[in-house]
Nanobody, 123 residues
Framework: QVQLVESGGGLVQAGGSLRLSCAAS????????MGWFRQALGKAREFVGG????????WYADSVKGRFTISRDNAKNTVDLQMNSLKLEDTAVYFC????????????????WGQGTQVTVSS
């Protein structure tokens, strides 16, 4: 099993940057694709981006492509989400997740989830 804990959320002005981190426990971290999702108040949880086992391949939702970057460090069991040029609509609770398989985009494809961290973008 993998336990995930997110950190780094907070309040940021529109146009600013924020870096989220997800720390994983367990020795099998490198065997999972990792993803980031977000859920705004009253809305469904949506895919943000993912990274493969090695960290060399990433994929993103169109809404964040070019602004967000995912990276992972298998030696430290961490996966980060660098968010630049933040917009008001990026306000949400952000979750990291672990799943088996490549290019996972759907919530149901991920097996393990963190508790989430709040990101609020203000004008």
């Amino acid at each position: 099993q993998v336990q995930l804990v997110e950190s780094g959320g907070g309040l940021v002005q529109a146009g600013g940057s924020l870096r989220l981190s997800c720390a994983a426990s367990g020795r099998t971290f490198s065997k999972y694709s990792m993803g980031w999702f977000r859920q705004a108040l009253g809305k469904a949880r949506e895919f943000v981006g993912g990274v493969n086992l090695s960290g060399r391949v990433t994929w993103y939702a169109d809404s964040v492509k070019g602004r967000f970057t995912i990276s992972r460090d298998n030696a430290k069991n961490t996966v980060d989400l660098q968010m630049n040029s933040l917009k008001l609509e990026d306000t949400a609770v952000y979750f990291c997740a672990a799943g088996s398989g490549p290019f996972l985009r759907n919530r149901g494809e991920y097996d393990y989830w963190g508790q989430g961290t709040q990101v609020t973008v203000s004008s």
